[in-house]
């Protein structure tokens, strides 16, 4: 019994880490508004961009000429970059609210 009651934060903790897709607001350099809704789809300047799953921690979604990606780190946290036209790439700074 007790080496359950050990077991059962860890496996909640790492239910955490495999959440999916959060709820986010990211803006990219040059003006690249993304949104997503916490289990998908992935907004790229106000149209749904096409989503694809690597797996539980990693998302990419095309549209609007480029492609959004969204890793998930260990800790829950949610990372967003971009790749665009003419190798154009960078980091997407997250809204907070």
Do not use: W
């Not at 080496?3 to 709820?23: D, K, Q």
């Not at 780190?73 to 970059?81: E, F, L, Q, R, T």
């Amino acid at each position: 019994m007790k080496s359950l009651l050990l077991a059962a934060p860890l496996l909640l903790a790492t239910g955490l880490a495999h959440a999916g897709i959060p709820l986010l607001n990211a803006t990219c350099p040059g003006k690249i508004e993304v949104h997503a809704d916490e289990g998908g789809p992935i907004y790229i300047n106000g149209k749904e961009g096409q989503l694809k799953k690597f797996n539980d921690n990693y998302f990419e979604a095309k549209g609007a000429g480029v492609t959004i990606s969204l890793s998930i780190n260990p800790d829950g946290s949610p990372a967003v970059s971009y790749t665009g036209k003419n190798r154009a790439n960078g980091i997407c700074e997250l809204k907070q609210g």
